[in-house]
T-cell receptor, first 112, second 113 residues
């Protein structure tokens, strides 16, 4: 069965600093991978996705993620954090014939 | 700007009462999901529909929960009778297929006292 782990339930960065949110998955075959963001009292919103092709994927709001098959990872990065990036971030994995599996989430705080 | 809509946004009810949550998926999406989000369990898949047919409801407590799609524009999640442990935020999401990105509604925050 596929699973997703997100290292760090809470990450704090200073405004302007690099954001790095970690996601590792377990899957017998390369899955589809997604990052979602959830702002307070809202639903989840797609940030970016990897299906096939280029392993570096760019998303909205300046975020990007790189699929590394050898490390079974799909870490999310942003060069410079903004106050508006404070939210909960979820990594998700999909394999054909199975359901989406969401990670437990990482809450990002951005300090002034 | 196409969005998934959910009603009500908030619901407070007493234990034992029936609760019905409604979802309007994005027009043209044939896949609908119901999720429950709690602090302890995170995001859990309750049910999944494709072309209005329920394909997976293994995550749903069968004795009290039921999910239906009376038509392509409406999905419902019903709890009868409700219990305090059902307190959570319930999300509906829709998509073009199970493996494609899902578009989430704003959620229904349910409190059962």
């Amino acid at each position: 069965a596929q699973s997703v782990t997100q290292l760090g339930s809470h990450v704090s960065v200073s405004e302007g600093a690099l954001v790095l949110l970690r996601c590792n998955y377990s899957s017998s075959v390369p899955p589809y991978l997604f990052w979602y963001v959830q702002y307070p009292n809202q639903g989840l919103q797609l940030l970016l996705k990897y299906t096939t092709g280029a392993t570096l994927v760019k998303g909205i709001n300046g975020f990007e993620a790189e699929f590394k098959k050898s490390e079974t990872s799909f870490h999310l990065t942003k060069p410079s954090a903004h106050m508006s990036d404070a939210a909960e971030y979820f990594c998700a994995v999909y394999n054909y014939g199975q359901n989406f599996v969401f990670g437990p989430g990482t809450r990002l705080s951005v300090l002034p | 700007d196409a969005r998934v809509t959910q009603t009500p946004r908030h619901k407070v009810t007493e234990m034992g009462q029936e609760v019905t949550m409604r979802c309007q998926p994005i027009l043209g999406h044939n896949t609908v999901f119901w999720y429950r989000q709690t602090m302890m369990q995170g995001l859990e898949l309750l049910a999944y529909f494709r072309n209005r047919a329920p394909l997976d409801d293994s995550g749903m407590p069968k004795d009290r929960f039921s999910a239906e799609m009376p038509d392509a524009t409406l999905a419902t999640l019903k709890i009868q009778p409700s219990e305090p442990r059902d307190s959570a935020v319930y999300f509906c999401a829709s998509g073009l297929s199970r493996g494609r990105e899902q578009y989430f509604g704003p959620g229904t925050r349910l409190t059962v006292t």
